[in-house]
């Protein structure tokens, strides 16, 4: 599917070469003066290199001629796309490079056309069409392939991808407006740029406006007092006048901003009027001689043929008060400025007023160089700019992707952090990273350096911190924070360690320590608990949620088969090997904050953890591996095989408790476990009705087919109670004097 759009792309561009080659291309400038239905010339690349061809170039412009002629590549460039299709060995990247070159050459010729020719805002108005179709495709072309090209260059990494749809995920999740970085540094530049530009612009047109319009007043100005000077000099006599016409018609054939005629305007009124006498409340007469033209008297307006007595004041009033000599009078209807003078003849009495000397002036040639000037800056800016947008793209990039892969980094850390906080992360060295792969050797660059020492430092510290004290440190008054909570509680002890470890080096007793706290840690973990604390070779570890006695049974069964196989290892290997005590219960306890205000810790207190406690210890008593109280085993609900141990008061407690072993998960017992289990029972049973004989008997069987200890101890009670009977009242409660 990529293929075929590739090979479209590339038969469109190729027609397209071919259509704008032969289509219209420019037009050349209009010829000032014309009238307003005059047509400019317009010409394609073809016709343009066809009459080079003939030595009848449309233009002298040299540089204009090479780039318009270098545009016969655009044919080449057809030719070689079309050939593309078929040769492998070209590249897409290649092709994409010729077709944005040739797009580049095209826009280059389209716009110095522009600047060269275009000397009237009517010559756009006469360009046809698909002059605009062309240079408009051209220039979405351009931007295409540029917008292409520069997202082909973000993507092209790995990295940035994941970190645009991290990003995207962080924005979709915020409802308030988000604008990235990258955006923001993009909108600075352009804003400044675009202002400077505008504030460029302005200036420059402003004051080329205001020098163009002073020089050409200046001209115009001369022009008529010129014509007015000579027609005083002559006494208005015909020949000498008329001699002067004849020679600024000639002169403004060559003239680069030539006026459309000079007028005299005169009348026969025989009264005398001077300048230096008319006020407002003078009546000049009407001006209705039309006698000397550099124009054609037949083409010309009646109503440009004489001045009304109004007129005529506002003419005399602006030269009394020499506003002739700042500007013209425009006319807006027909697109003209005119330059006034009176014509007079000196006299004792002063300057009498025989009519006016007007030189008239289109407005579009008056302003030509103006325009020009215009058409060459905004083209400039347009191009400027748009290079501008493309640098300051590839600069925000280049200023903001450091920025973004460290907020990614930040980001990625921050989240890693959050799931151990909130207790869904596994707590240890390896639970929290931070990727640095920040290259720039700048402020962003350290930034990164100082972060990934922050995360080492606070990966070092993380295994010491129980996970209840990393998921609450971040609350509010922390300290404040007590409440009452369902808990089931696991305590472990490693039996005969202290005595192992005598005559070990401190740094071997440490590393089997550590070997099977982590052996423990990882299986509660997985059964989602949450280690609350380690005391030397003892695990406090507690479980929440519907599920907690469960997730507890399941960790201890866990554990004490891991236990199993570390002692078979040992067993092979010739070392010493060590057994586990576990104690579980469940209930009410008190959680919170302990501690003082500089060190404080989140643990709970209260009976339930006390009497989880009491019962690992309780394993000795009785030769047991994992005794669970009555409270837990009502919440298996059968899903472990157990046996009633005993109905025991553990030390400091006056309170008898109904302990439970756990023989097994029910999905893994063998027949083996549920023997033991019945005949326990059933010596039990006999046990508190005192039948030592039946009791002797099933806890027997136990001892002699399975080497069950829990028998074992039974058998020495029954034989200490046949020689000292236990009081009548006696209801079964075995006092355990031990921790």
């Known amino acids: 599917m990529k293929e075929l759009k590739d090979i479209i792309f590339r038969i469109f561009s190729a027609l397209f070469f071919i259509f704008i080659f032969f289509a219209p291309f420019s037009a050349l400038a209009l010829k000032l003066p014309s009238s307003k239905n005059s047509v400019s010339e317009s010409f394609s690349l073809f016709t343009f290199l066809v009459n080079l061809i003939k030595g009848k170039p449309f233009f002298q412009n040299l540089p204009l001629t090479i780039l318009l002629a270098s545009l016969v590549l655009l044919l080449a460039g057809a030719v070689f796309l079309i050939l593309s299709i078929f040769l492998k060995k070209i590249s897409r990247k290649i092709c994409l490079s010729v077709i944005y070159i040739l797009i580049s050459i095209y826009i280059a010729g389209s716009i110095s056309c522009m600047v060269e020719f275009a000397n009237t805002a009517r010559w756009f108005f006469k360009l046809p069409l698909l002059v605009y179709i062309c240079a408009l495709t051209a220039v979405a072309f351009h931007v295409g392939i ?86 005083d000099s002559a006494d208005g006599m015909n020949e000498k006048i008329a001699k002067f016409f004849d020679e600024q018609r000639e002169s403004n054939k060559y003239s680069n901003t030539p006026y459309e005629r000079i ?135 280049f200023i903001a992707t450091p920025l973004i892969y460290l907020r990614a980094n930040v980001h990625e850390s921050t989240n890693q952090l959050s799931s151990i906080l909130s207790g869904g992360g596994k707590i240890g060295y390896e639970s929290l990273d931070f990727n640095d792969d920040i290259k720039s050797n700048d402020e962003i660059g350290e930034l990164s350096v100082e972060i990934k020492d922050l995360v080492s430092l606070i990966r070092g510290v993380i295994p010491y911190l129980s996970n209840s004290t990393l998921k609450y440190a971040d609350r509010e008054a922390a300290s404040k ?95 010493d090997y060590v057994s586990m005590g576990i104690g579980i219960n469940s209930g009410k ?81 063998s027949v083996k476990i549920y023997e033991i289990r019945d005949h326990f029972e059933k010596g039990l049973n006999a046990y508190r009705r005192q039948n030592w004989d039946k009791a002797e008997e099933a806890f ?19 034989r200490h109670f046949r020689k000292s009977p236990p009081e009548k ?11």
């Open 263 to 397: 007028d005299i305007i005169i009348t026969n009124d025989s009264n005398p009027y001077y300048i230096e006498t008319v006020d407002s409340s003078t009546k000049l007469p009407d001006y209705e001689v039309f006698a000397y033209t550099t124009g054609n008297p037949s083409k010309v307006d009646e109503d440009e043929k004489s001045i009304s007595s109004d007129k005529a004041l506002e003419y005399v009033k602006r030269y009394q008060n020499g506003s002739y000599r700042k500007e013209p009078v425009y006319d807006k209807v027909k697109k003209t400025c005119l330059y006034i003078h009176p014509v007079t003849f000196s006299r004792k009495a002063g300057q009498r007023i025989k009519g006016f000397s007007i030189v008239r002036y289109r407005t579009e040639i008056l302003m030509k160089a103006y325009f020009q000037t215009q058409v060459f800056v905004f083209t400039l800016s347009a191009v400027f700019l748009y290079i501008v947008i493309i640098i300051t793209v590839l600069l925000s990039d």
């Open 729 to 739: 009242n006696w209801d079964g409660v075995f006092n355990i004097k031990i921790k």
């Open 146 to 231: 540029t917008a292409f090209v520069i997202n082909s260059y973000r993507r092209r990494s790995t990295r940035m991808n994941d970190v645009i749809r991290q990003t995207q995920k962080s924005r979709n999740s915020k409802k308030k407006l988000f604008i990235s970085i990258r955006t923001k540094v993009l909108l600075t530049i352009l804003s400044a740029i675009i202002v400077i530009l505008s504030a460029f612009t302005f200036f420059i047109l402003r004051d080329y406006h205001s020098m163009i319009t002073e020089s050409v007043s200046n001209t115009g100005r001369a022009q008529a007092e010129q014509a007015a000077a000579v027609y």
């Open 700 to 718: 027997k069987q136990c001892v002699d087919l399975y080497n069950d200890m829990p028998s074992v101890i039974f058998l020495d009670r029954i």
């Open 481 to 575: 924070l007590s409440v009452n909570k369902e808990l089931c509680f696991l305590f472990t002890d490693i039996r005969g360690f202290t005595s192992m470890c005598e005559g070990r080096p401190a740094k071997d007793v440490v590393s089997l320590l550590n070997h099977y706290l982590d052996l423990e840690s990882e299986i509660i973990i997985k059964n989602h608990g949450d280690i609350d604390k380690f005391v030397g070779d003892e695990v406090m570890a507690f479980f929440a949620g519907p599920r907690k006695e469960y997730n507890a049974c399941k960790a201890a069964m866990e554990i004490r088969a891991a236990m199993r196989e570390a002692q078979n290892a040992s067993l092979k290997e010739g070392t």
């Open 589 to 669: 306890v008190i959680f919170g904050s302990v501690g003082s205000k500089n060190r404080m810790d989140f643990t709970s207190i209260g009976d339930t953890v006390n009497l989880a406690a009491r019962l690992e210890g309780v394993n000795k008593a009785y030769g047991s591996k994992a005794i669970i109280s009555e409270a837990v085993f009502e919440k298996l609900n059968g899903a472990f095989i157990c046996r009633e141990l005993d109905y025991i008061t553990v030390k400091g407690k006056t309170e008898p408790v109904r302990i439970y072993e756990i023989l097994q998960k029910k999905d893994d017992a």
